[in-house]
């Protein structure tokens, strides 16, 4: 009886899928995001690999999950088994986010692939940057941390609660602040 109601879930987000795609065409994808945003705990899993994301069943995904820069592409988000991405977390999309096993995201994490100012002024000093972020096995990401594109936090490491990543964090290492600075060595 239970797998019964888990494929008339599944066929209840297909079809709410379909509508929001055809919407999507018309308005844009951010339609799609908004609606993962505002999704219950059991249907964010479905949606985004209905949409083409790579995510193991394993995993949990907390509601309130916010999306940006996906151009309907969201093969550019990969979780692996046993992950935890809590509630209110920030992905942008522009390129790849990949969360290995057992990697915990606190509430309110941002995690962007992209710097942008656009054609303004700024752009002379900041040019526009497009890099995956990568956070390895068994990393730990604080609450309301921030991980900014082509930085890879490394195995079993821990980003402090608040905190702004600008490189690399090697493996079994804790940082904090901001920019995030070298706290202690977990080994």
């Excluded at 509630?87 to 522009?94: I, L, Q, T, Y």
């Excluded at 068994?138 to 921030?146: E, H, L, P, R």
């Excluded at 890879?152 to 600075?181: E, L, W």
Aim: one cysteine or more; proline letters at 2%.
């Amino acid at each position: 009886m239970k797998s019964f109601f888990k494929g008339l879930l599944y066929l209840w987000v297909v079809v709410k899928i379909g509508i929001l795609r055809i919407r999507a065409k018309i308005s844009g994808d951010y339609i799609i995001n908004r609606y993962i945003e505002h999704c219950d705990e059991r249907e964010i899993k479905i949606i985004l690999k209905i949409l083409g994301a790579k995510i193991e069943n394993s995993s949990n995904i907390r509601p309130g999950l916010v999306l940006d820069n996906t151009y309907f592409n969201y093969k550019n988000l990969i979780i692996e088994d046993n992950c935890f991405i809590g509630r209110k977390v920030f992905f942008d999309m522009a390129d790849c986010i990949t969360i290995k096993k057992d990697a915990v995201l606190s509430e309110g994490v941002s995690i962007l692939t992209h710097q942008d100012v656009g054609n303004r002024m700024m752009n002379k000093y900041y040019k526009r940057k497009v890099a995956p972020v990568i956070l390895e096995e068994g990393c730990w990401i604080g609450a309301n941390a921030t991980i900014l594109c082509g930085v890879r936090i490394g195995k079993c490491s821990v980003v402090a609660a608040g905190s702004v990543v600008n490189r690399d964090v090697p493996d079994y290492t804790v940082v904090g602040g901001v920019p995030a600075k070298f706290i202690k060595e977990l080994k």
